[in-house]
């Protein structure tokens, strides 16, 4: 916990108390809600968390297909880790590879028949569960404001110490 007792100075590392609590609040509640959204899927369907993640990623693009970049960006996996599950998935007959004909040294990976039905019958469950745990207990100004969070952070390069969100 940081030395500070009620608000930082602008130039501290240290987070004030606000900030601390609403960090703290939403790292933890992230973590137990990913678990109890891990541990639900592996009991009621045939995918894992990731597999869901990764279907869920592709099938949001409108050409239902995604190179291992796109998906690296938009989960936020390294890219070893992303790899080795793809595989995973394609060896259980979830995804199918493909070549990519704008990048010859590139390929997509897009859902099989099985896979989307998978997801089909995962999602219900899963967003039952979301709703259940989750959003049922917020008020709409909460989830307004948790859906700004990717306009806010979409701008900061997560992997360095340089904020460009000041330039939203």
């Not at 597999?51 to 960006?73: M, P, Q, W």
Request: hydrophobic share 40%.
């Amino acid at each position: 916990m940081s030395p500070a007792t009620t608000a930082a100075a602008p130039d501290s590392p240290w987070l004030s108390d606000s900030q601390e609590i609403a960090w703290r609040r939403l790292l933890f509640t992230y973590l137990r809600l990913h678990t109890r959204l891990s541990q639900a899927m592996a009991a009621d369907s045939e995918l894992t968390y990731p597999d869901y993640l990764i279907l869920v990623a592709i099938t949001d693009l409108e050409s239902n297909k995604a190179r291992l970049f796109e998906l690296t960006n938009a989960l936020g996996w390294e890219k070893s880790r992303l790899s080795h599950q793809i595989q995973r998935m394609i060896d259980r007959g979830l995804l199918r590879r493909s070549p990519c004909k704008e990048d010859h040294r590139g390929t997509y990976v897009a859902p099989t028949a099985k896979g989307m039905a998978a997801l089909k019958a995962a999602a219900p469950a899963h967003a039952a569960l979301v709703k259940q745990l989750f959003m049922d207990r917020l008020r709409p100004e909460q989830i307004s404001a948790l859906a700004s969070l990717p306009e806010v952070t979409a701008y900061c390069d997560l992997d360095s110490s340089k904020d460009s969100s000041k330039d939203i």
